[in-house]
């Protein structure tokens, strides 16, 4: 369903389809009392192939004109917003819908004008095909809309966080939360490995394959891959625990899928990187845009908070009777937040406007955040705080972030305790 190729393809076929049974329907004569009955519908002979051949004409021109549209598009995003981004565009269902319902229209009125004789009057394919072009100028009309709203960075930052906060709710709903002796069910032993065979980026891992293979051997299976993970051929991604041979090895590697490219479904941590790549290449010398950067570092703090405030799933998977079956770290409130707020602190070194909106950013994040992730929060407003200390020479400057600094320290919970074990 991804790419330029299946869905206009198979839009693309319906044309094609339909043409040869439009055609057999204006043959039967089954709705030509219809016909008769609304006058404007006639039409004679040499009429309808016109009509046929400007619409097959039209609408090849306007095939054109979209796929030249859609790559000076790619060309402006991947150089003004990120290169990762291209996948959006080329799963943007606007632009595959539009491409396959001209192919169709196309097809259709090609093959109708093909098959029809020269004193043969097809005014139901006629009226389907008229039907078409203008479902298809319609869709066009949008596409170009759509195409507008894309090339403006501020709506692709808010589309990709919407699916983002969409990802992290289903991963929060589907999955129980974290509980503090989740680790105690982890077996002591070492574990069989399980190697992988071949070299590549782990897009996904079904856990319900992972929990099939473990309760039916009565084993345990400790992943070491997750989504976002690049793996080497030949290295362990899963150790199996239980009697000799008992899990499945081909069982298990089944549950695991490697491609060459990384893919947003399923992968929390490469959805945040996108965002954060917004948000560098703005902050880069050579574009120097630090209002896009705060756009992006505004969308990324409300998908953070939803992790922050829920708290992550729990790695551990039981089966139906409760017993510990599988290990897989699917979400780590640390390492996301890491992710994120790392890259972003390090690009704004002694930028005041983005720090001080960073620091916001943090202090809106402290409000919601779970008291045993606070700690999070606060060793990141420690890190700006000695960045500051280091990079800001106005005295004046370094005052108003110390400031922000204090506010934000302020809203974490339990910021005194911390402060004090840190100091210690």
């Given at each position: 369903?991804?790419?330029f190729?299946?869905?206009p393809?198979s ?5 094609l ?5 439009a ?15 609304v006058?404007?519908l006639?039409?004679s ?8 051949g400007t619409?097959a004409?039209?609408?090849m021109?306007?095939i054109s ?5 859609t ?12 290169p990762?981004?291209?996948e959006?565009?080329?799963?943007s269902?606007?632009?595959?819908t ?6 169709g229209?196309f097809l259709?009125?090609?093959?109708v004008?093909?098959?029809?004789g ?6 139901f ?5 008229i039907?078409l072009?203008t479902?298809?100028f319609f ?6 809309h ?8 501020d709506?692709?930052i808010g ?8 990802a ?7 999955e ?7 680790r105690d069910a ?5 574990g069989?490995?399980?190697l ?9 891992v079904?856990s319900?394959l992972?929990?099939s ?21 030949n290295?362990p991604v899963?150790?199996l ?8 090895q081909k ?6 899928y ?7 479904d399923?992968?929390i ?14 902050l ?10 705060i ?15 829920r708290?992550?799933p ?10 510990p ?8 409130v640390?390492?996301?937040v ?10 704004a ?11 916001a ?7 919601v ?13 420690r890190l700006?705080?000695?960045?500051a ?8 400057d370094r ?8 506010k934000?320290?302020?809203q974490?919970?339990?910021h005194?305790?911390l ?6």
């Open positions: 369903m991804r790419g190729l299946f869905v393809a839009l693309a076929l319906l044309g389809i339909l043409a040869p049974a055609v057999w329907l204006d043959r039967t004569d089954v709705l030509g009392p219809v016909f008769d009955l006058p404007f006639a039409i002979a040499s009429g309808a192939r016109a009509v046929l619409i004409g039209a609408t021109t306007v004109l979209v796929y030249s549209l790559l000076v598009v790619f060309t402006l995003a991947a150089g003004n917003i990120g990762r981004l291209l959006n565009f080329t799963n269902r606007v632009n595959q539009t491409i396959g319902l001209l192919g229209t259709y009125s090609l093959i004008l093909y098959v029809v020269e004193s043969e009057v097809p005014r394919a006629v009226a389907i095909s039907a072009a479902i298809s869709a066009v009309v949008y596409f170009v759509d195409t507008a709203q894309r090339v403006m960075v709506s692709e589309r990709t966080q919407r699916r983002l906060r969409a992290i709710e289903r991963l929060l709903d589907d129980p939360h974290e509980r503090a002796n989740d982890l077996p002591e032993t070492p069989r490995p399980v992988a065979r071949k070299s590549g980026y782990v897009t996904a079904q319900r992972l929990l293979a473990a309760g039916s051997d009565d084993g345990f299976v400790r992943m070491v891959a997750r989504p976002g993970l690049f793996v080497l051929a290295t899963a150790f625990h239980g009697d000799e041979d008992a899990i499945d069982a298990i590697r089944e549950a695991i490697i491609e060459d490219v990384r893919s947003p399923g992968d941590q490469f959805n945040v990187h996108l965002n954060v790549e917004i948000a560098l290449r703005a880069s010398p050579g574009i120097n845009d630090p209002y896009t950067a756009s992006a570092l505004d969308h990324l703090s409300a998908s953070l908070a939803m992790v922050l405030q708290g992550a729990s790695s551990l998977i039981r089966d139906a009777d409760g017993t079956r599988v290990w897989l770290d699917i979400l780590n640390k390492n996301i890491g992710t994120a707020l790392h890259p972003l602190r390090r690009a070194r002694g930028n005041v406007m983005v720090l001080l909106h960073l620091i950013a943090v202090g809106r994040m402290a409000v955040v779970r008291d045993e992730h606070a700690g999070v929060l606060h060793q990141h407003l700006i705080a000695t960045d200390a280091h990079s800001i020479s106005n005295r004046d005052r108003e972030v110390a400031e922000a600094l204090r934000a320290r302020v974490t919970p339990g005194r305790s402060a004090s074990a840190e100091a210690d």
